[in-house]
């Protein structure tokens, strides 16, 4: 079993800025994040392995996301930038004894998901 808490999200303009945090309790697990837009499906955004390693990215934020891990707290981060209105959406954390996937089928744990607004 493992709980994830988001935080981070929020409402700011086109071109700005954010950092959205995953914690975790329980063992390590695969983590990648996901988003919802109003009236789409989920679809994945970025994840990263147990270890901090191996990152990878959707084509859409790619050069624009960065996610990375602080092992030792168990806390994935995707740091967000030159964000653009297409971002918004509900932003998911989730996690998956699978490494590197970017099916939200193969993740087992959710956490309740942050909402990112970007306004142009």
């Known amino acids: 079993q493992v709980h994830l808490v988001e935080s981070g999200g929020g409402l700011v303009q086109a071109g700005d800025s954010l950092r959205l945090s995953c914690v975790a309790s329980?063992?390590?697990?695969?983590v990648g994040w996901f988003r919802q837009a109003p009236d789409k499906e989920r679809e994945f955004v970025s994840g990263i392995t147990s270890t901090g390693s191996q990152p990878f990215y959707a084509d859409s934020v790619k050069c624009r996301f960065t996610i990375s891990r602080d092992t030792a707290k168990n806390t994935v981060f995707l740091q967000m930038d030159s964000l653009k209105p297409e971002d918004t959406a509900i932003y998911s954390c989730?996690?998956?004894?699978?490494?590197?996937?970017?099916?939200?089928?193969?993740?087992?744990?959710w956490g309740q998901g942050i909402q990112v607004t970007v306004s142009s």
């Open positions: 989730g996690a998956t004894e699978v490494a590197s996937k970017k099916s939200r089928h193969l993740y087992d744990y």
């Open positions: 329980g063992r390590a697990y695969h």
